[in-house]
């Protein structure tokens, strides 16, 4: 099994910054197999939308309103995802997963709230 936990979400003001982490772990995984890593939000209501993700080894994908703003990281050898999330606004809210791919199966992380005020 693999397990994803998030951190670093939080309230802050329009135009603030915040970053989130995310920790990869699995008995039966090494660093290698996380290659597809990123991160998706939602908002009540709305279906699940991707913000940021690594697709292939260093190959990156941005939701447009997120391009220029944030940043999708990695760190420790592959198995932690960051997201600096820069010039925030307040329709970045909403509660953001981590997200793995491995062998045809999807995992998520429990979510964290980000929430921007205005």
């Known amino acids: 099994q693999v397990q994803l936990v998030e951190s670093g979400g939080g309230s802050v003001q329009a135009g603030g910054s915040l970053r989130l982490s995310c920790a990869a772990s699995?008995?039966?995984?090494?660093?290698?197999?996380?290659?597809?890593m990123g991160w998706y939000r939602q908002t009540p209501g709305e279906e699940r939308e991707l913000v940021a993700i690594?697709?292939?080894?260093?190959?990156?994908y941005y939701l447009n309103s997120v391009k220029g703003r944030f940043t999708i990281s990695r760190g420790n050898g592959n198995t932690m995802v960051f997201l600096q999330m820069n010039s925030l606004r307040s329709e970045d809210t909403g509660v953001y997963y981590c997200?793995?791919?491995?062998?045809?199966?999807?995992?998520w992380g429990q979510g964290t709230q980000v929430t921007v005020s205005s």
């Open positions: 690594f697709t292939d080894g260093d190959s990156t």
């Open positions: 699995g008995s039966s995984f090494g660093s290698n197999d996380f290659n597809v």
């Open positions: 997200y793995t791919y491995l062998g045809g199966v999807q995992y």
